[in-house]
């Protein structure tokens, strides 16, 4: 393993804590607009940190151990190659983490994923709180189908470690349960490609629909998204939460009615 396999490797291995622990300060000293106003569950936190030290290391782990092995097949680097790498393992991993998220939904496979979602309300540390076979099958899916593209074209380290950085990032605001957008985001071209905080909290204070990653694109061509997905996340921004987890938001009237 070279000297660059190695520090991608601890990068990847501890960089979620920095940024849950910046982020969670962030959401507990600064005036921040919550999207779901409720008291988080006794003990949540405990266990979400316990869980974190089990699952964080895995995406780590599993990108060492197929570069070592040679099942992931990559070459020297240079920026065409890292771009190409990125934008495709940010594709795979859209369309993998969608189809497997809505699988784990289903009854069968639920105990896979019931860990992650003991947590109704989000936070930071909910961004790495899962169990250890939900961590790996997310992982393990990614980084197969890279494999496999890589044996007609060998790929980039560093474009997929680059992505995972964007993923941790990402994710752990994701699960904030504040809103960074402005009012009326969906509205905008940047809103109708990416999601914003108030988009996961959503999931979880539901327990269904909304099963996107960074992007809303799947489940609008599937149908699961919430309707009112635009109207939380602007409610959210002018400093309304909602105060229930099950509270829906009245659908804006279509321009033909107003």
């Not at 040679?70 to 771009?83: A, K, M, V, Y």
């Not at 635009?230 to 309304?240: D, F, H, I, K």
Request: aromatic share 14%; proline share 3%.
């Amino acid at each position: 393993m070279t000297t660059s396999m190695a520090i991608y490797g601890c990068i990847l291995g501890i960089i979620n804590y920095p940024f849950v622990l910046v982020i969670d300060w962030v959401a507990n000293n600064r005036p921040v607009k919550v999207v779901y106003k409720i008291q988080e569950k006794k003990g949540q936190r405990a266990r979400e940190i316990r869980n974190s030290i089990i699952t964080t290391p895995v995406h780590a782990m599993l990108f060492l151990g197929f570069i070592s092995s040679g099942l992931l097949h990559i070459e020297d680097e240079s920026l065409g190659l890292i771009l190409a790498t990125f934008l495709l393992t940010f594709i795979w991993t859209e369309a993998w983490h969608y189809a497997s998220h809505v699988a784990m939904h289903a009854k069968r496979l639920h105990f896979i994923h019931r860990e992650h979602h003991l947590s109704l309300l989000t936070g930071p540390w909910t961004s790495v709180s899962f169990s250890f076979l939900e961590k790996f099958i997310f992982s393990i899916g990614i980084l197969a189908m890279l494999s496999m593209l890589s044996q007609i074209r060998p790929l980039s380290a560093f474009g997929i470690f680059a992505y995972y950085i964007l993923y941790f990032l990402t994710n752990t605001l994701g699960h904030a349960n504040f809103e960074i957008r402005r009012e009326g985001y969906y509205d905008s071209l940047m809103g109708k490609v990416f999601n914003s905080p108030s988009y996961h909290a959503m999931h979880h204070a539901r327990y269904i629909k909304n099963y996107g990653l960074l992007t809303p694109w799947l489940d609008r061509i599937f149908g699961t998204e919430w309707d009112d997905a635009a109207e939380v996340q602007s409610r959210a921004a002018r400093g309304e939460p909602l105060t229930g987890l099950s509270e829906r938001c009245a659908l804006r009237m279509t321009k033909a009615f107003q």
